[in-house]
């Protein structure tokens, strides 16, 4: 999967460089996801299509644009994992040897030292179009035609890309009908695949090979000749070569599958490319370690040099300098008597000065030691400070737990007058009933109250309009009064009754509440009758 990864980074490096995208920032391995189904052939053939018309170079090629991109493809899976993409001239070798068996010619290694030779010694390799333009300008295929070459070109395509380690046509016998059919046999490192031609279209089934399968040969039988049988695990295949060397060709390829299958190691050009790699990373390190040691031993070499000539120089300067110096020492000692006397005087005031500093700082030094004293006074004061805050925080503490222990006992009576009141609430919910039955009972008095009230207030409103009626009544009869003079005018008065006004007699006038002498009692005794009936039925 690692080196699957490593070619399609490959072709979208070229798609995106074809695109002028900066390829520096090219995307990693672990931001490629790839699935058991990925088609990596139309993957390539994409990025093939973003880069070619760009790249590709102009000039009349052997090769067609398929095979062209078929090379581009080789071209990704053996070039270095650096960028930008290059092919070494060993992979160069390794290629064109392989094209050159595949066309049936030999090897030229006269002409492939010629052409190291003259190559740019600048470049570490070829890119991928200077390569399409080497096979395609058929320098080491001389003689060949452009079908041969096409040819060698897609043997070598199926082989290193597509992983086909074998292919032909053989003879199969059936499961069912037990006939024997042609079939085009692709054997690949884990599955061989049998098809009606070789060019792929119709694909009649697969032979699924694993670490437990098997292949033997078989004696020739029922007019069949060069047969071998593949052992599966659910089914048994018998196949027959054309020939004796086709057999064993075969049966050795589909041995060494299996063998490879256990070992679970990779396809015999792909483990070959890996030490190819490997031996050119050994090789570069050697080389460069080699440079590395040439460069020390000639950097030793020339410090060396140069110590040695430093120190010629040295034993050079250093005579001419004792010789300078014998000289000036001579002067100088003439000068150091002169400056012995003078330096003895000045040494004695240095010392008379040093004795005053000394006195200086023993001034100082006792000036400290009380200070340090009165640190060490204000150092007990503060030890003394501190021991009253912890007592005080002690002190604090207690209040804290006393707190604390009143806290508790007062959460315990707040328990106990929860239980109290559960209790309380309990029993009233015992009265319950009782106390909704007296609401019911409150709420017919209400509703009786409330009709009796209603009944005084229509009551009271009759007692106003008739009073009302009493006072026009009473007006009328003065202006009656004052206009004719006369006892026998008419009035009318409340609720359809009509009567004459006459003269008041003499009996006690009666006072009702339609105002004084306004009905006989023969008529307020009626009227009371009436109000009590009318309550009666209400």
Not at 57 to 72: C, G
Not at 130 to 153: C, H, P, W, Y
Not at 492 to 504: C, F
Not at 516 to 534: M, S
Request: negative net charge.
């Amino acid at each position: 999967m690692g080196s699957l990864k490593d070619e399609l980074l490959k072709a979208i490096w070229h798609a995106f460089t074809a695109l002028d995208h900066d390829h520096s920032g090219k995307v990693s391995k672990s931001q490629l996801k790839v699935q058991d189904n990925f088609d990596k052939i139309e993957f390539n053939r994409m990025c093939w299509t973003l880069c070619v018309k760009k790249n590709l170079t102009k000039n009349p090629l052997l090769i067609t644009e398929e095979d062209a991109f078929k090379v581009w493809v080789i071209f990704n899976f053996l070039s270095e994992d650096k960028y930008p993409l290059i092919i070494v001239t060993e992979e160069i070798e390794y290629l064109l040897k392989k094209l050159t068996e595949a066309m049936g010619g030999g090897w030229q290694q006269e002409q492939f030292e010629h052409y190291k030779v003259n190559f740019d010694d600048s470049k570490d390799g070829l890119s991928a179009w200077e390569l399409i333009e080497l096979i395609g300008n058929g320098q080491f295929s001389k003689g060949m035609d452009r079908q041969t070459v096409s040819m060698a070109i897609n043997e070598v395509f199926n082989e290193l890309i597509l992983d086909v380690l074998k292919q032909g046509y053989m003879m199969k016998k059936g499961h069912r009908r037990k006939n024997w059919t042609e079939r085009w046999f692709v054997l690949k490192p884990n599955i061989i695949s049998y098809y009606v031609s070789e060019d792929l279209n119709d694909k009649k089934g697969d032979i699924l090979l694993d670490e437990n399968c098997c292949v033997e040969s078989l004696p020739d039988k029922d007019g069949k000749k060069c047969l071998f049988l593949v052992k599966c695990f659910d089914k048994t295949f018998e196949i027959s070569a054309s020939d004796k060397k086709k057999k064993q060709e075969w049966i050795q390829a589909i041995h060494s599958t299996i063998h490879l299958l256990k070992l679970s190691s990779p396809p015999p050009h792909k483990e070959a490319r890996q030490r190819r790699k490997e031996l050119r990373k050994k090789q570069l390190a050697e080389q460069e370690e080699l440079e590395r040691q040439m460069k020390e031993l000639q950097a030793a070499n020339e410090s060396k040099q140069l110590e040695l000539e430093a120190v010629r120089k040295k034993l050079e300067e250093a005579a001419s300098r004792a010789a300078e110096e014998e000289k000036k020492r001579l002067q100088t000692q003439v000068e150091l008597q002169a400056r012995f006397s003078t330096e003895l005087e000045r040494e004695k005031l240095i010392r008379q000065q040093m004795e005053e500093q000394v006195a200086q700082k023993s001034s100082e030094l006792e000036q400290y030691l009380l200070r340090v004293r009165e640190l060490e006074d204000m150092y007990l004061r503060l030890q003394e400070a501190l021991e009253d805050e912890r007592q005080a925080r002690q002190d604090e503490e207690t209040v804290r737990k006393l707190q604390a222990r009143l806290l508790e006992e007062e959460s315990s009576k707040r328990a106990e007058l929860e239980k109290w009141h559960l209790e309380q609430q309990q029993a009233i919910q015992m009265t319950e009933a009782e106390k909704q039955e007296l609401e019911n009972q409150r709420v017919l008095k209400e509703q009786a109250l409330q009709e009796a009230m209603e009944q005084l207030e229509q009551l009271e409103l009759e007692r106003k309009q008739a009073l009302e009626q009493y006072e026009e009544v009473k007006k009328k009869l003065e202006m009656a009064t004052n206009k004719t003079k006369s006892w026998k005018d008419k009035v009318a008065h409340h609720e359809g009754l009509i009567r004459l006004i006459e003269p008041g007699s003499k009996n006690p006038h009666l006072i009702t509440n339609w105002g004084p002498a306004a009905f006989t009692e023969a008529e307020l005794e009626e009227r009371e009758k009436n109000w009590k009936e009318k309550k009666t039925t209400e």
